[in-house]
């Protein structure tokens, strides 16, 4: 070790699901939307005035911010945007866990939560969930520097009853409570409404799964206005300029275009229960999931093994080596022609090895 290498702050970064270049794939690894963006959004991209690039953006993302406060009935002042999710959940841990007491979130779920915590030098402390894989209410009633729930969450898909996390949310207003929304379009019930009654809430979600916008990288936050001021102001220290021009304007169009947004979301969402049924007739079990993926376990082959023998196929799903989780499966919701075609091999393999 170098010298110079101790004074390095060192991290073990967050992997990624695998964004293969082959084309020919059938992509359920990652949770991204099969179905293109808005075509409003994309007439933005298309038309984009050349001449605005020359000039920063607008440091606060109005046209993008004033949409989202419109469509969810909220103030401007009560709205934050950043470089997707990620980057409003990194800078919510590093503006409201500065305490002491360590933060909770569950040992099963996103796996960038440890990570910033590791980053920021945040304590932290896991919450098992129980063996359905559900949150238990009553570990997150106690003295603690903050909470992170992900509602449904990941990657079980499992949705928590929003009057739970009220009773969450409600037992701590010493600290912020942080329920990240990645998947809340696809059937869960939101905890915006909870914003009037609660000042110690941020709401987190994302355009990257419900919006198909994952590679513009849009996320942003509800919460009352003096925590947002507060978010503001760790932003700003950080890097003023963080959504561009074209990203904001795309973002803002796919918002206004909300009939696309539904429909959408219910293609994916009938899908998903065409294919809750056929892993079920396969032998697979799951709990019930309100998001765009499925994780599966399967009574007689290994899942690790399935992962291989899918991933042969063209077709890959994203395989945790964990404890408690390894013989499960997050297979994301494609196409129904892509479901199809997985449960197709599926029905041979196991078929097959009996
Ligand atoms: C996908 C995901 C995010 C991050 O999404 P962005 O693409 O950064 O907006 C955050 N939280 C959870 C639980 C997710 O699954």
Known sequence: MQAWEEHVRKVVPYTPGEQPVCK???????????????PKALEVLQNIDGQLLRKYPDPEARQL????????????????????????????????FNGQKPILFPDITYSFYDVWADLFRIPYE???????????????????????????NAPTGVEKELSELEEIIAANRDVIVIIDEAYIDFGGTSAVKLLPEYDNL???????????????????????????????????????YTMNTITAAMGAAAVRDDAYFKATIDKIISTREWTKQELARLGFTFPDSKSNFIFASHARRPAAEI??????????VRYF????????????????????ALIEFLEKYLGENV
């Open 24 to 38: 020919d794939i059938i992509k359920l690894n990652t949770n991204e939307n099969p179905y293109p963006p808005s």
């Open 65 to 96: 911010v004033e949409e989202l406060a419109g469509y969810y009935g909220r103030k401007t002042s009560e709205v934050f945007v950043g470089v997707g999710s990620d980057d409003v959940l990194a800078m919510s841990f590093l503006t409201f």
């Open 126 to 152: 896991c919450q098992p969930l129980d063996d359905k894989f559900k949150i238990r209410t009553k570990d997150y009633k106690k003295r603690c520097g903050g909470i992170v729930i992900p509602n449904p």
């Open 202 to 240: 941020l709401v987190v979600q994302t355009f990257s799964k419900s919006r198909s916008l994952a590679g513009m990288r849009i996320g942003y936050a509800f919460g009352n206005e003096k925590l947002i001021k507060y978010l503001n102001d760790a932003k700003y220290s950080f890097n003023s």
């Open 307 to 316: 992962f291989e023998a899918l991933k042969v196929q063209g077709i890959y």
């Open 321 to 340: 080596d964990k404890p408690r989780i390894n013989n499960y499966l997050r297979i994301t919701i494609g196409t129904d022609r892509e479901m199809k």
